[in-house]
């Protein structure tokens, strides 16, 4: 499965939109360099207030753009960054993923998947009632988390949009992606 990069956004300062950029250097087992959640144990306010010493399987956040035009169907406006993420993507089934997945980004960044982003509450800060666009339930009442997936950086390296995203799915049996 690939895809592509669509845009690259990240932050110095906690704030829950990230402004694009032009690219975005990746960190080997820290994340974006010069993002807030970048390191090696958690970032996140509410998981350091849990535990400091977790390790950050938090590092770099990516969302398709196709829920862009998913919610834009019920009235809402989103744009890359504007939901918190590093990489927005194009043509990949992110949330299809199982976790381990290696995602080999431009010429040489390699993430691992870790999980679901949990979203927050944050998200109805932004604009009132997307919380429930991006969470939701299926048929069967399973919670089902739209807002994008968590990696760690492999190999770092330069993100720029455009590039072009592969994905190397683990030895099976594959593992569903769990919020982290």
Same mark, same amino acid.
């Given at each position: 499965?690939?895809?592509?990069? $669509?845009?690259?956004?990240? *932050?110095?300062?906690?704030? %829950?939109?990230?402004? *694009? ?46 829920? %862009? ?6 009235? %809402? ?10 990489? $927005? ?22 993430? +691992? /998947?870790?999980?679901?982003? *949990? ?6 800060? %932004? ?11 299926? +048929?069967?009442? *399973? /919670? ?37």
């Amino acid at each position: 499965m690939s895809g592509r990069v $669509t845009a690259v956004s990240s *932050n110095g300062e906690y704030s %829950f939109t990230k402004p *694009n950029r032009d690219s975005i250097t990746l960190l080997a087992g820290l994340g974006v360099e010069g993002d807030v959640h970048a390191g090696v144990t958690v970032k996140h306010r509410s998981r350091v207030a849990q535990d400091p010493t977790q390790p950050n399987l938090r590092q770099v956040h990516l969302m398709h753009e196709e829920l %862009f035009a998913e919610v834009a169907a019920d009235g %809402f406006e989103v744009a890359p960054g504007e939901l918190g993420e590093n990489i $927005t993507t194009a043509g990949i089934d992110l949330l299809g993923l199982p976790a381990g997945t290696l995602l080999r980004i431009g010429d040489s960044a390699v993430l +691992e /998947v870790t999980g679901l982003r *949990n979203p927050c509450l944050q998200i109805d800060t %932004f604009q009132d009632g997307l919380l429930k666009r991006v969470v939701g339930r299926d +048929e069967a009442g *399973n /919670v089902v988390r739209k807002a994008g997936i968590m990696s760690v950086v492999r190999e770092g390296g330069v993100v720029r949009p455009g590039d072009r995203i592969e994905s190397e799915l683990p030895a099976g049996p594959h593992r569903a992606l769990e919020r982290v």
